[in-house]
């Protein structure tokens, strides 16, 4: 057949037939063709097969199964009771018309009852210790020290909540009782320096608030980290005017709940998370 192939092609084209030596050298190379063309498709297959095989025995990555926490599986914030505390910390103004504030630390302990899931009652004391500046004076009076206690109560609402963590607000509403004369000495006459002299507020009980919230971060069912930042409200100016000094409060410590479950009030109903 590949003898008279030429013939065929000659007679294709119309050309006259190949001779018999030219038919022999048409004949090798496109033998020499074809065993080319074959040993191509062989290397190529031989790669193809070396490049599956390195494939499979390349080491292939895996995504990391990551177990989820169990330790905070168990949070529903079904808990009757919370309580809490920290250390505190309050930029205080001690006087009337003090152009320097005083930054004053202390504790801050509160306490909650929950009637339903969101709602509950909170009860509040704080302390803040420290020193303030003054008015210039001729008594040698620097940096006094000067003490707050508060004590409030009101509503706290938990605005949203899930395993990790919760937000809550709280408006809260008291008094507080600052004293200010513990560190201020004696005139020349052996007087008992008083607050006005230097520019201070005068030792009262006076009306208190903090509105604010918090942030609680679980670390068990029953265990938080707490973050509480407040806009704190005093009227020490004793005018009966309302003359409110807002100052900024924050708190950090820990929170833990305890008491039987809200849903125990209702005979049979299972307790439920929050979300």
């Not at 005083?102 to 302390?127: C, E, M, P």
């Not at 900024?248 to 049979?268: E, N, P, Q, T």
Request: charged letters at 15%; hydrophobic letters at 35%; proline letters at 5%.
């Amino acid at each position: 057949m590949l003898r008279r192939l030429p013939l065929v092609l000659s007679a294709a084209s119309g050309r006259a037939p190949f001779s018999s030596s030219s038919r022999r050298t048409y004949l090798r190379g496109l033998l020499r063709s074809a065993g080319r063309i074959g040993l191509s498709l062989v290397a190529l297959g031989a790669l193809g097969a070396y490049g599956r095989d390195a494939y499979a025995q390349a080491p292939q990555y895996h995504a990391p199964v990551v177990a989820p926490n169990s330790t905070l599986t168990g949070v529903d914030y079904n808990s009757r009771y919370e309580v809490y505390g920290g250390v505190a910390y309050s930029h205080f103004d001690a006087g009337p018309s003090l152009l320097q504030g005083a930054n004053l630390g202390g504790f801050d302990i509160q306490g909650a009852r929950y009637f339903t899931h969101k709602w509950s009652a909170d009860a509040n004391v704080r302390g803040y210790f420290g020193t303030s500046g003054v008015t210039p004076n001729d008594f040698g009076v620097r940096g006094p020290a000067v003490t707050s206690y508060m004590f409030m109560a009101g509503p706290q609402y938990r605005l949203v909540a899930n395993e990790h963590g919760s937000i809550s607000l709280h408006a809260l509403f008291g008094g507080t009782y600052g004293q200010f004369d513990s560190d201020l000495g004696k005139d020349n006459l052996g007087n008992p320096v008083t607050p006005g002299e230097v520019g201070l507020f005068d030792n009262q009980l006076a009306f208190g608030s903090a509105i604010g919230g918090s942030i609680d971060l679980n670390r068990s069912p029953r265990l938080a980290f707490r973050i509480s930042p407040d806009a704190v409200l005093t009227d020490y100016s004793s005018t009966g005017k309302g003359d409110f000094k807002e100052q900024f409060g924050l708190s950090v410590g820990l929170v833990y709940r305890l008491g039987r479950h809200i849903d125990a009030d209702r005979k049979g109903a299972p307790a439920r998370p929050v979300r």
